[in-house]
């Protein structure tokens, strides 16, 4: 069963906005972390963050944990074409030995 | 260094027939998870194996196994297919035994269709 669900399920911008999409969970966790598919292939670790830290930075991407509202927000600035992808969250909890993901947010940047 | 190498990449079965999947994890990896990929479920653990030994295993039938061999090199298995367990199959590799808590490295994926 998943535990995340992100929201928007598809956002559509165009190159050099910023994308911000969010995940939400139902139970303790450990870490959260991003992941990004391309079409039908394998994923790509973004970030991790874990549950005793609030933000964290990789490039472009900001990733933010609040763990009182059990929410999660992956901003992407100046995106760029190729960052269009499915985003992923997933979630390790405290009481289940595995990682749970999300439905993912379809990001569509148009050039 | 090469990366999570997944065969076949594509596969078609009959139903009731069985199918195995082979993931090779990243060199000194010792940790292989399982993911099972559809529309409708989205992304769903099946296991995860460490040194051999399965060490969590999601909700999914026992037709589901899997294992691990020596080199940590993995394969999934399912027996008496059917059309619901066409999907792409994700396998993921992680250095250590905390593979939840650390980056894990994913496969390309084997797509598998049951007709």
């Known amino acids: 069963s998943q535990q995340g669900e992100e929201d928007p399920q598809a956002l559509s911008i165009q190159e050099g906005e910023n994308a911000t999409m969010n995940c939400s969970y139902k139970?303790?966790?450990?870490?959260l972390q991003w992941y990004r598919q391309n079409s039908g292939r394998g994923l790509v670790h973004l970030i991790l963050?874990?549950?005793?830290?609030r933000e964290k930075h990789s490039g472009r991407l900001r990733v933010t944990l609040d763990t009182s509202k059990k929410s999660s927000s992956l901003l992407i600035t100046a995106s760029r074409a190729a960052d269009t992808a499915s985003y992923f969250c997933?979630?390790?909890?405290?009481?289940?030995?595995?990682?749970?993901f999300g439905a993912g947010t379809r990001l569509t940047v148009k050039p | 260094k090469a990366g999570v190498t997944q065969t076949p990449r594509y596969l078609i079965k009959t139903r009731g027939q069985q199918v195995t999947l082979s993931c090779s994890p990243i060199?000194?990896?010792?940790?292989v998870s399982w993911y099972q990929q559809t529309p409708g479920q989205g992304l769903q653990f099946l296991f995860e194996?460490?040194?051999?030994?399965?060490?969590n295993k999601g909700n999914f039938p026992g037709r589901f196994s899997g294992r691990q061999f020596s080199n940590s090199r993995s394969e999934m298995n399912v027996s008496t297919l059917e059309l619901g367990d066409s999907a792409l199959y994700l396998c993921?590799?992680?250095?250590?035994?905390?593979?939840?808590?650390?980056?894990?490295?994913f496969g390309q994926g084997t797509r598998l269709t049951v007709v």
């Open positions: 194996y460490f040194s051999e030994t399965q060490r």
């Open positions: 993921a590799s992680s250095l250590g035994a905390d593979s939840l808590n650390t980056e894990a490295f």
């Open positions: 139970t303790s966790i450990n870490n």
């Open positions: 997933a979630t390790a909890e405290y009481n289940n030995n595995d990682m749970r």
């Open positions: 963050i874990r549950s005793n830290e």
């Open positions: 060199s000194g990896h010792r940790s």
